[in-house]
């Protein structure tokens, strides 16, 4: 790991789509994966290994955390241990935009489940 502060500039990190909508991957070298995201048509999913936090940008919508359904707004922290099914669902007038930090990151502990 490297173990120099850095100054990451985020306009030229390219838009991708996800299994939660559209992403932008500030980081993704270290301890932890921090995500940008524009949430459009999420998937239901869980993690085996990863916790993921939450932290409400913009907008106001739900997040389905195994089984509950929570309302969220901006501002808002939600904490997700592995093993919870989970899923951002946005307000069908609004958008929400969610930096996500995911520890470790989630690469290849992505388990999609049926809606």
């Known amino acids: 790991m490297d173990n120099q502060a850095k100054h990451i500039s985020t306009e030229n990190i390219a838009i991708e789509h996800g299994h939660c909508g559209l992403i ?3 980081n993704m070298n270290g301890p932890a994966r ?7 048509d999420a998937e239901r999913h869980y993690h085996k290994k990863t916790t993921e936090y939450y932290y409400i940008l913009e907008g106001t919508g ?7 359904l929570s309302d969220v707004q901006s501002g808002d922290l939600i904490t997700i241990p592995p093993g919870v099914v989970h899923q951002a669902i946005c ?6 935009k969610i930096l996500v930090i995911e520890v470790p990151p989630a690469i290849g502990d992505v388990h999609r489940v049926d809606n």
């Open 91 to 96: 307000d069908k007038n609004d958008m929400l």
């Open 62 to 68: 739900q997040v389905y955390l195994d089984g509950q």
């Open 24 to 26: 932008r991957k500030l």
């Open 34 to 40: 921090i995500i940008d995201l524009k949430v459009q």
